[in-house]
C-alpha cells in the first residue's frame, strides 16, 4: 500500500535561513512524487513534482526537493526562508503501479518562518 | 485562465441532512478528485470522477457519492450527515490519466467549509 510520511508536524525557522521540511514515502513501483502548499482559508497550490530524471527538483517560489531513492526521502528545501513562507506544506504520492488511485498525502507540516 | 471553483463556500447543516458540494474545473481537465480535511486527519482521497465515471473511491461509506456533469463540473453528496462529517472538502482537477496522466499534478479549489451542528 502506498503512503507518505512527514514525520514532523512543525518547524520553526527564523528569515534568512534554510529551511527543510521532511517527507519519506511507500510504494510498490516507482514513485511520482508532489509537495503542495495551503495557505489559511485557502486550497492547495501546486510546488512541485518528481517523475523521473534529475534528483534535485525546482519548483515554484524558490522551493526545490531532493528525491533519494535509497531513502525513500524526497525533502522540500528552500536556501533562504521567508516570512511568507509560513504556511502548511503536504508531501504526495503517487504509485507509477496504481494508475487508478488518487495522490497520497502526508499528514502536513506547519512552516512557521519568524522575522 | 480561471482556476478550480467551488461552492459553497461555507455549508451549514444538521445532523441527518444531506449535503451537496459543487466543483468546476479548469477548463479542458476532465478529471475531478474530491479530498476531505478534517481537523488531525490530514488530506484523504474520497472520489475520483473522468470522462463522466467513478475511477475510484477512498475508504469513505456509500452515503459519499457523488457524479460528474457532461460539462465536466463535479457534485458530491453527503447523505445522513454526521458531527465527523465536518471538515473542509477541496475539489482539485487534472487532465485525464490517459498514457501521461498519472504525472499531472492536480490543481485545488478553495474548498467547502461543512459544519455538520
Known amino acids: 500500500a502506498q503512503s507518505v510520511a512527514q514525520p514532523e508536524d512543525q518547524v520553526n525557522v527564523a528569515e534568512g535561513n534554510p529551511l527543510t521540511v521532511k517527507c519519506t514515502y511507500s510504494v510498490s513501483g516507482n514513485p511520482y512524487l508532489f509537495w503542495y502548499v495551503q495557505y489559511p482559508n485557502r486550497g492547495l497550490q501546486f510546488l512541485l513534482k518528481?517523475?523521473?530524471?534529475?534528483?534535485l527538483v525546482k519548483g515554484s517560489y524558490g522551493f526545490e526537493a531532493e528525491f533519494n531513492k535509497s531513502q525513500t526521502s524526497f525533502h522540500l528545501k528552500k536556501p533562504s526562508a521567508l516570512v511568507s513562507d509560513s504556511a502548511l506544506y503536504f508531501c504526495a504520492v503517487r504509485d507509477m503501479y496504481q494508475a487508478g488511485t488518487a495522490l497520497i498525502f502526508g499528514k502536513g507540516t506547519t512552516l512557521s518562518v519568524s522575522s | 485562465e480561471a482556476g478550480v471553483t467551488q461552492s459553497p463556500t461555507h455549508l451549514i447543516k444538521t445532523r441527518g441532512q444531506q449535503a451537496t458540494l459543487r466543483c468546476s474545473p479548469i477548463?479542458?481537465?476532465?478529471?475531478v478528485y474530491w479530498y476531505q480535511q478534517a481537523l488531525g486527519l490530514g488530506l484523504q482521497f474520497l472520489l475520483w470522477y473522468d470522462e463522466g465515471e467513478e475511477r475510484n473511491r477512498g475508504n469513505f461509506p456509500p452515503r459519499f457519492s457523488g457524479r460528474q456533469f457532461p460539462n465536466y463540473s463535479s457534485e458530491l453528496n453527503v447523505n445522513a450527515l454526521e458531527l465527523e462529517d465536518s471538515a473542509l472538502y477541496l475539489c482539485?482537477?487534472?487532465?485525464?490519466?490517459?498514457?501521461?496522466?498519472?504525472?499531472?499534478?492536480?490543481?485545488f479549489g478553495p474548498g467547502t467549509r461543512l459544519t455538520v451542528l
Open positions: 477548463s479542458g481537465h476532465t478529471s
Open positions: 518528481y517523475i523521473t530524471g534529475d534528483n
Open positions: 482539485a482537477s487534472s487532465h485525464g490519466p490517459g498514457t501521461s496522466g498519472i504525472y499531472n499534478e492536480q490543481f
